[in-house]
């Protein structure tokens, strides 16, 4: 079986002392794809150039809703748009909305959500999304953009309608170490169509059961896949597969291969701690 691992941060602090080994032990669990996210502009050319270093990895362009300050900065937004033009750049965000944390302005927050969105439609990408305890932005901008834009809404806890209204708008949603707890509300993920989810881990945040309350990895999202298995009554083999086949198409990686040599650790920086 082979995995995808479509949503971690690979450039986080949490990966700088044995970042090869942590690809090493991906690669001997069948994790065969790795998309990389990026949290804002500086992070997207570490990105983006591990993503150029090895073959599994690809990597994306945005800016976090925690790294929105009072407004995106327009030479930083610039620098997304120029990154997103990268052959490994699958993506533009992670974008969207943190009203849990507040960690910027909402209003700033929401309008470095639709630039993103702006910048997704306008380059053809689909845009990855975070959301928590902003459901009524996130509809607002999803029913907004239907039929402009197709994204991912990352870590998808809910609530049903969010899920139903994302179908109905050809988005994906993925799951994440949380599909493996005890509150995860499994009726989500059988509601979703099979061709229309995706697994992650969010590492190194995150790590499902049985490796709760370590720092997470690629390696584990086959723990994914089999909560999501046992959840929807399919094999594990089932889940791995569509699973992968929904990612590469999502991510449009069939369409856009390496283009490059790689360089190995060209222009890679670590990451602070994301909470």
Same mark, same amino acid.
């Given at each position: ?71 995106? #900065? ?9 990154? #997103? ?121 995150? #790590? ?68």
């Amino acid at each position: 079986m082979r995995f995808a691992d479509s949503h971690c941060h690979l450039t986080d602090r949490a990966f700088g002392g044995d970042r090869a080994a942590v690809l090493a032990r991906a690669r001997e669990a069948g994790v065969r794809r790795i998309v990389t996210i990026a949290s804002d502009a500086a992070d997207s050319r570490a990105a983006l150039a591990l993503a150029r270093a090895r073959d599994e990895v690809w990597g994306t362009a945005g800016i976090h809703p925690h790294s929105v300050n009072g407004a995106p #900065a327009a030479d930083d937004l610039g620098a997304v748009r120029d990154l #997103a033009a990268h052959p490994r750049c699958a993506a533009i965000g992670e974008t969207g909305l943190d009203y849990h944390y507040d960690n910027a302005p909402r209003d700033a927050q929401r309008r470095s959500f639709a630039r993103h969105v702006e910048l997704a439609s306008e380059l053809d990408l689909p845009v990855v999304v975070h959301s928590r305890e902003a459901v009524a932005d996130t509809t607002a901008v999803i029913r907004e953009s239907a039929g402009r834009v197709t994204g991912v809404l990352h870590c998808f806890t809910g609530p049903p309608d969010l899920l139903e209204l994302a179908m109905d708008a050809g988005w994906h949603v993925s799951f994440t170490g949380i599909a493996t707890f005890k509150s995860f509300d499994s009726a989500l993920a059988r509601a979703v169509p099979r061709d229309r989810y995706m697994i992650e881990t969010d590492a190194p945040y995150l #790590a499902p059961v049985p490796k709760r309350g370590r720092r997470n990895e690629p390696a584990f999202v086959p723990h994914v896949a089999a909560a999501l298995a046992r959840i929807r009554g399919e094999t594990l083999e089932r889940v791995a597969a569509d699973s992968w086949a929904n990612t590469l198409s999502f991510y449009g990686m069939k369409k856009r291969g390496r283009a490059e040599e790689p360089r190995p650790g060209e222009g890679l920086q670590e990451r602070g701690p994301r909470p």
